[in-house]
């Protein structure tokens, strides 16, 4: 059976066949268990050739990936952009995409803003870089960032609900590294939240997510796990230098990357299958840069991981990565940002 955004003449019948396919909470949207992250396409991630990552996501919806995330955030409006272009001449059917609002620039004065009026102007703005008339889910990004959960609650959501009414957006979700606030601002909030996106919180190193299915399935909440990877740390390249894990977390990580590159295998490929193993989320949302990386991430989608790779799995979960299970950095960046706030007052 073939989802809504099937287009006939469009579409790889074959590869939409193969691709699985779920509710994203009550929303009616029946997502790809595989979602396209466009958080590389900004300047986080280092360069990338816009060419090659402008195919990777016109060969995605045509395999069947039918989620697309990405946010002003990444690179200040690059990767909107840069989607933009590589969603000109789709069917605006063949896909559900999404964006975000509140998280901005590298500068910390103007890194953050839930206002009504900025969340307007910036809606707006992504919208004319992406070249659609609306989104299908518009997400407040990294919630815990605001003065206060009642900004969120009382004046960013709301805005958010009015954008949904003018006929802009469809659904409305929340972001947020640590899961203990998503789940008091649904506590709080009398609008309808759709969706959350957790990321690195459902990977080989940190399982918080699991915590708070229960809660999220209660209320019918659509489950987004993002960043399986945790933003770089599980692949043979290793994370950025701005990544927030402790050196100790690094470090086992780099050693199990070393291990599985001396036998061949990228590391990313074992921590994407692990994270797909979970059945209570929705989809799994996976920073994508290149057609080479696409074309790995649906090699494990339709065909797993080998025996081999399994066994080596396991040698490094035991190895290496049982030091660091859910030693997260929750509230790490949270106080680096408030100490360059307060130094500059």
């Known amino acids: 059976m073939f989802p809504p955004t099937y287009v006939e003449g469009f579409h790889d019948p074959e590869a939409v066949k193969a691709m699985e396919y779920k509710e994203l909470g009550k929303t009616g949207l029946l997502v790809s268990k595989l979602a396209f992250g466009c958080g590389p396409l900004g300047c986080h991630y280092g360069t990338y050739d816009e060419a090659d990552a402008i195919e990777a996501v016109r060969r995605a919806i045509k395999q069947g990936i039918n989620y697309i995330d990405t946010a002003p955030w990444y690179g200040q409006g690059r990767s909107e952009a840069t989607l933009g272009k590589a969603l000109k001449g789709i069917p605006r059917e063949a896909y559900y995409i999404a964006t975000k609002i509140g998280r901005y620039e590298l500068d910390c004065d103007n890194m953050f803003n839930f206002t009504i009026e900025k969340t307007r102007e910036s809606f707006k703005k992504s919208l004319e870089w992406l070249g659609v008339d609306y989104v299908d889910v518009i997400q ?177 979960q035991v190895s290496f990565l049982s030091a660091v299970k859910n030693q997260h950095w929750e509230g790490k960046e949270i106080r680096i940002y408030q100490e360059v706030i307060k130094n500059k007052i």
């Open 140 to 316: 407040v990004h990294d919630i815990e960032f605001a003065p206060s959960l009642d900004i969120i609650v009382t004046q960013t959501l709301p805005e958010l609900s009015r954008q949904v009414a003018e006929g802009r957006a469809k659904h409305i979700g929340i972001t947020g590294y640590p899961v203990s606030i998503l789940k008091e601002c649904i506590e709080k909030s009398n609008i309808n939240i759709a969706c959350i996106l957790s990321y690195a919180r459902l990977t080989l190193i940190d399982d918080t997510l699991l915590e708070y299915v229960p809660f999220f399935k209660k209320h019918k909440i659509g489950l987004i796990n993002a960043a399986t990877l945790s933003m770089g740390l599980l692949t043979n390249n290793g994370p950025p230098s701005w990544h927030p894990a402790s050196d100790e977390t690094k470090k086992q990580c780099v050693n199990a990357a070393q291990y599985c590159q001396e036998r061949n295998v990228e590391f990313a490929k074992l921590a994407i299958w692990h994270s797909m193993q979970y059945t209570d989320v929705d989809t799994n949302l996976v920073g994508i840069q290149t057609t080479k990386q696409l074309q790995m991430n649906l090699d494990v989608i339709r065909n797993g991981i080998t025996e081999k790779e399994k066994a080596l799995l396991k040698e490094i």
